[in-house]
């Protein structure tokens, strides 16, 4: 295999997959169908990068069958795909994300960050303490780490963290020796149909630890000493919590300045006091729990955790500040699922208590509008005021009759808009906003240095 070729090049995880066979001095070429930031990190990097789905765009040196060409794609790639036919066509072997994460793995001491939500922090904060109290490790990262502005970090030994993703159940090419699952909601229906299908999907996963591995699971995920989702676990299990007991929990939560918290932390028999996370809000110190019991379980030196802890700057549109003046602080998140909403929304509240919280929506897939509008609905009255935009379509194609309206309809408080993004800064001008936070998985984030601007002059 001499050259490597990427089908969605610009996801958050196929690029970390692209910046390591750059590292490794392969050449590395592929196709998006947006420029995008990441995508202009990736030119410059070195990978040659088109935006049109055209075969005859492929470089030359990428077109050959045989063993010259490696092709990986995205499971979001529609079948109607011209590229990912002409490889097909071709006689050129194609792998899905997954497989070639799972190829790179296989001889790695692996630990694995699994959940519907919370598993981009947590398996950052966890390299985050492997590099800064352990030995350092390889991390393949669903987000760009505010410490190494990157989502790709390599290291000499054996061992690594990757973000174990759920969708097209993808993490069951993964055999972990620690895994940790933060939360098993309903999400992704268009490939898993329901919720039961989803608890299968992680049962299988856990099931993939080795023998000799252990699960760290998020207590209310547990019944009896098992995980809800299956009957017998044979691995070794520990739970942690937020404020509640558990194998490894947070107690004595207080409130800091500029929505940080300090606490003590209880690590299976040990207790860490005066911890600190330098990333806001409350749900920040429950992803520090998780990632701490997988570093401890890694065999970490607990006397260096603190520190880490308090050094570790967050993840990119995850609870980010953008902008913070007396008038008005504006908070980015990627948040794009209901729980995820409750989570972001309440951090906040809990950042900023007595202050009012402006919220702009951007609905992510039709299809999970569709299947969530209620409890989206329920999630964003959690707000003082609601900006709500139209549905990103990202992969799928519109569904009749789904519409953001479907949502904005059943939110319950009085201040709410609905708008087109084109016109968001318009509707911003007469607002009056002391805490602002865009909110998605879209393209929200292609706003974000345009709202700065915006409201910045107010």
């Not at 790179?104 to 692996?110: N, Q, T, V």
């Not at 995980?227 to 937020?242: E, G, L, N, S």
């Not at 602080?329 to 990627?334: A, G």
């Not at 929200?444 to 345009?450: N, Q």
Request: aromatic residues 10%.
């Amino acid at each position: 295999m001499k050259n490597v070729y990427f089908i969605g090049i610009g996801g958050i995880g196929m690029s970390a997959l692209a910046r390591y066979f750059l590292h490794r001095k392969k050449p590395v070429a592929g196709y998006d169908r947006t420029r995008t930031l990441l995508t202009q990190a990736l030119e410059r990097e070195g990978a040659a990068i088109h935006y049109e789905d055209n075969a005859l765009l492929i470089p030359d040196a990428f077109r050959s069958s045989g063993n010259n060409t490696l092709v990986v794609y995205t499971p979001a790639v529609g079948s109607d795909c011209r590229e990912l036919a002409f490889f097909r066509k071709n006689g050129i072997r194609t792998f899905k994300r997954a497989e070639a994460l799972g190829v790179i793995a296989a001889d790695k001491k692996l630990l694995a960050v699994s959940g519907t939500h919370g598993k981009t922090t947590v398996s950052t904060q966890l390299a985050h303490i492997l590099m800064e109290a352990g030995s350092g490790c390889s991390a393949f990262l669903g987000g760009v780490s505010k410490n190494y502005n990157t989502n790709l970090l390599l290291a000499d030994n054996n061992l690594m963290v990757a973000e174990a993703d759920e969708y097209d159940r993808s993490f069951l090419h993964l055999f972990p020796d620690v895994a940790v699952v933060t939360s098993v909601d309903a999400d992704h229906l268009d490939v898993y149909g329901s919720l039961e299908e989803v608890q299968r999907a992680f049962k299988n996963f856990v099931s993939q630890i080795k023998p000799s591995g252990a699960l760290i699971i998020k207590k209310k995920l547990t019944s009896n000493g098992k995980p809800v989702f299956m009957q017998h676990c044979d691995r070794r299990m520990y739970t942690y919590a937020f404020d509640e007991h558990a194998d490894f929990y947070a107690f004595n939560v207080k409130p800091l300045e500029d929505g940080y918290f300090s606490f003590d932390l209880y690590m299976s028999g040990q207790v860490l006091r005066g911890c600190t996370v330098g990333a806001p809000g409350w749900v920040n110190v429950e992803n520090a729990v998780a990632a701490s019991a997988a570093a401890w379980v890694a065999g970490v030196n607990m006397r260096r955790l603190p520190e880490a802890l308090k050094s570790f700057r967050g993840v990119q549109r995850r609870l980010d500040v953008q902008l913070r003046t007396p008038g008005i602080t504006y908070i980015d998140d990627y948040a794009h699922h209901p729980e995820e909403l409750r989570a972001a929304i309440t951090s906040i509240r809990g950042m900023f208590p007595n202050k009012k919280i402006t919220g702009i929506f951007q609905p992510h897939l039709y299809s999970r509008t569709r299947d969530f509008a209620p409890e989206f609905a329920e999630s964003l009255s959690l707000l003082d005021e609601l900006i709500l935009l139209d549905i990103y379509p990202a992969r799928e194609k519109p569904i009749d009759g789904v519409t953001s309206s479907l949502i904005f309809d059943k939110v319950s408080i009085a201040n709410k808009t609905l708008c087109s993004k084109d016109n968001l800064l318009e509707v911003l001008k007469g607002k009056d906003m002391q805490v602002l936070v865009t909110l998605g998985a879209g393209d929200i984030d292609a706003m974000v240095e345009k709202i700065k601007e915006k409201i910045g002059k107010f």
